[in-house]
Each structure stands twice: as structure tokens, then as C-alpha cells.
């Protein structure tokens, strides 16, 4: 009885030692979630158990908007945030993120650009400033195919009134009411929603590619833990666990692919063009 005792002691006190190394081996990264995009963190939510079977325990911080962000990402209270490539571009000019995986679609694509709606019938886009003369232009904020494409071709100095959706989907149907007289959104928001509406068409688009919602971590953050969470996104693809399928299928995607700053090469000449520079505090 007394050996059992001490057996039954002994093994309590390996479970506890395994158990705390196992704590300690879990390493913390906490993604930066912007607290005006509801749903943001539910979204995500399937990577916490994933990543938690590669040894990296996931927690989100809220953010209220991209200036509070970078300077969250400056001083490592932040490790990383799921990013459209406008914002994403412009925390890489500030040099205090670089990106290193980007989501694949079930249907392929990981990229996406602008594209200009308007009545069917309107004239071609001719991809001049001028084009927009006069006429009110609604787009979302901040995006690359969107308010950042407008602003580097300058067509801030030739609209009569410009305009800022909530979204993409908002720009699209402020159109289609004759709010604005063009908008200028997303081509893969386009293709999911032009169904709902015959009366608008495509006159132009922008002729080079961005990086589809990229993750993008602080240069603070230790190389080894950021190598870490790349090999296991990239990794998701061929992983047949019950956990990595369960992202898939709510992410909606087929996995991620590594991402690098050269991969944003157009988006980054969009911000040049536009003016964006390290000093941007995330409004035109």
C-alpha cells in the first residue's frame, strides 16, 4: 500500500513537470484584430486550435484603428494582423511589419485589383485622372483597389466629390442607387455580387495585382517564432488532422502560401504614387 502511495507520488509529480514544460514551450502570439470590423476575431477563430497543435498559443487584441495598430506592431504589443494590401503596404513602408503568408482560395486566387463601375453604357476607363472629371466617385477607404488606386492616379484632383463606403459591397450598391456616378472596388466583391445588379458593368481596371488579406507580423516579433507560424500555415494545405481541415473549410480556403514583400511590388507602388510614405497616419 505504502508503494503505491509513493508510485501514485511520483507520477503526480511527472504529470506536473510534463505539464509545465508543456506550458513553457507554448509560445504567444497575439494577432491585432480591428475593433470596427465585427465578427473579425470569429473569423480567425479556427486557427486558435489549429496553431495550438504546433506548439503556439493565439490570443487577439483589439485595435481601434490602423494608426493605433502600427504603433502597436512598433512597440511588440502586437505580433501579427490579418491585412487587405493597402494597409499591409503601408506598415511595410513604415518598416515595422513585413508579411509572410497569404491565404489560397478554394478557387485558386490569392490575388485581386481594382476595378471602375459604372452604368452600363458609360464611356471606356482610359486609366487618365481626367476620365473622372467633374463626377462623384465612391470607394472604400484605405484599399488598395479602392481610395489608395484613386489617389495614384490621381484622380482626387478631378472628381467633383469623392466618397468612402464601408465596403466594397456599400460602394457597389451606393452606385447602383445613383449616389456616385462611379465606384471603384474590389474585382473578386464585383464577381460575387454583379448578378444583383444589370445595370452596372465594368469600363476599367487597374493592370497590376495585390496580395489577397496577407498575415503580416512585426518586425519585433523573435524570426524563430515567425519562421514557426509560416511552416505551419504553409503546412495546413497537406495536413490531414481533424483541426487543420476545420480551418479550411470555415476559412473557406484551401490553405496559405508563403508571401513576401516582393509579392506587393504593385501595391507598393500604388501607396508611392498615391503619396503614402513612413510618416502615413492611415488617412488621405
Given at each position: 500500500m505504502k508503494a503505491k502511495k509513493v508510485f501514485v507520488s511520483i507520477l503526480l509529480v511527472a504529470l506536473t513537470i510534463c505539464f509545465t514544460l508543456g506550458?513553457?514551450?507554448?509560445?504567444?502570439?497575439?494577432?491585432?484584430?480591428?475593433?470596427?470590423?465585427k465578427g473579425a476575431a470569429a473569423k480567425y477563430k479556427p486557427l486558435v486550435p489549429y496553431l495550438k497543435t504546433k506548439g503556439i498559443d493565439v490570443s487577439f487584441v483589439g485595435t481601434p484603428n490602423y494608426t493605433a495598430a502600427a504603433k502597436m506592431f512598433a512597440s511588440?504589443?502586437?505580433?501579427?494582423?490579418?491585412s487587405g494590401s493597402g494597409v499591409a503596404g503601408?506598415?511595410?513602408?513604415?518598416?515595422?511589419?513585413?508579411?509572410?503568408?497569404?491565404?489560397?482560395?478554394k478557387d485558386g486566387t490569392s490575388t485581386y485589383w481594382a476595378v471602375v463601375l459604372a452604368k452600363k453604357g458609360s464611356p471606356k476607363y482610359t486609366g487618365s485622372a481626367d476620365y473622372f472629371k467633374g463626377k462623384r466617385v465612391i470607394y472604400a477607404a484605405l484599399a488598395s483597389s479602392g481610395e489608395v488606386y484613386f489617389h495614384s492616379i490621381g484622380g482626387n484632383k478631378t472628381a467633383s466629390k469623392m466618397m468612402k463606403a464601408a465596403s466594397h459591397g456599400a460602394a457597389i450598391d451606393a452606385l447602383a442607387r445613383?449616389?456616385?456616378?462611379?465606384?471603384v472596388v474590389k474585382n473578386r466583391v464585383w464577381d460575387k455580387m454583379k448578378s444583383k445588379y444589370p445595370d452596372l458593368?465594368?469600363?476599367?481596371n487597374d493592370?497590376?495585382?495585390?496580395?489577397?488579406?496577407?498575415?503580416?507580423?512585426?518586425?519585433?516579433?523573435?524570426?524563430?517564432?515567425?519562421?514557426?507560424?509560416?511552416?505551419a500555415l504553409i503546412g495546413l494545405m497537406q495536413d490531414g488532422s481533424q483541426s487543420a481541415s476545420d480551418v479550411r473549410e470555415k476559412m473557406?480556403?484551401?490553405?496559405?502560401?508563403?508571401?513576401t514583400k516582393q509579392n506587393f511590388s504593385h501595391t507598393l507602388q500604388l501607396l508611392d504614387n498615391a503619396g503614402v510614405d513612413s510618416g502615413f497616419d492611415f488617412q488621405f
Amino acid at each position: 500500500m505504502k508503494a503505491k502511495k509513493v508510485f501514485v507520488s511520483i507520477l503526480l509529480v511527472a504529470l506536473t513537470i510534463c505539464f509545465t514544460l508543456g506550458l513553457a514551450s507554448a509560445e504567444q502570439l497575439k494577432i491585432a484584430i480591428m475593433q470596427d470590423k465585427k465578427g473579425a476575431a470569429a473569423k480567425y477563430k479556427p486557427l486558435v486550435p489549429y496553431l495550438k497543435t504546433k506548439g503556439i498559443d493565439v490570443s487577439f487584441v483589439g485595435t481601434p484603428n490602423y494608426t493605433a495598430a502600427a504603433k502597436m506592431f512598433a512597440s511588440g504589443k502586437v505580433d501579427a494582423m490579418f491585412s487587405g494590401s493597402g494597409v499591409a503596404g503601408s506598415m511595410i513602408i513604415k518598416d515595422v511589419s513585413y508579411p509572410i503568408v497569404r491565404p489560397l482560395a478554394k478557387d485558386g486566387t490569392s490575388t485581386y485589383w481594382a476595378v471602375v463601375l459604372a452604368k452600363k453604357g458609360s464611356p471606356k476607363y482610359t486609366g487618365s485622372a481626367d476620365y473622372f472629371k467633374g463626377k462623384r466617385v465612391i470607394y472604400a477607404a484605405l484599399a488598395s483597389s479602392g481610395e489608395v488606386y484613386f489617389h495614384s492616379i490621381g484622380g482626387n484632383k478631378t472628381a467633383s466629390k469623392m466618397m468612402k463606403a464601408a465596403s466594397h459591397g456599400a460602394a457597389i450598391d451606393a452606385l447602383a442607387r445613383g449616389s456616385a456616378d462611379f465606384a471603384v472596388v474590389k474585382n473578386r466583391v464585383w464577381d460575387k455580387m454583379k448578378s444583383k445588379y444589370p445595370d452596372l458593368a465594368v469600363v476599367g481596371n487597374d493592370t497590376g495585382e495585390n496580395p489577397n488579406n496577407s498575415l503580416i507580423v512585426a518586425k519585433s516579433l523573435d524570426p524563430a517564432l515567425s519562421g514557426k507560424v509560416s511552416s505551419a500555415l504553409i503546412g495546413l494545405m497537406q495536413d490531414g488532422s481533424q483541426s487543420a481541415s476545420d480551418v479550411r473549410e470555415k476559412m473557406k480556403i484551401m490553405g496559405f502560401i508563403k508571401t513576401t514583400k516582393q509579392n506587393f511590388s504593385h501595391t507598393l507602388q500604388l501607396l508611392d504614387n498615391a503619396g503614402v510614405d513612413s510618416g502615413f497616419d492611415f488617412q488621405f
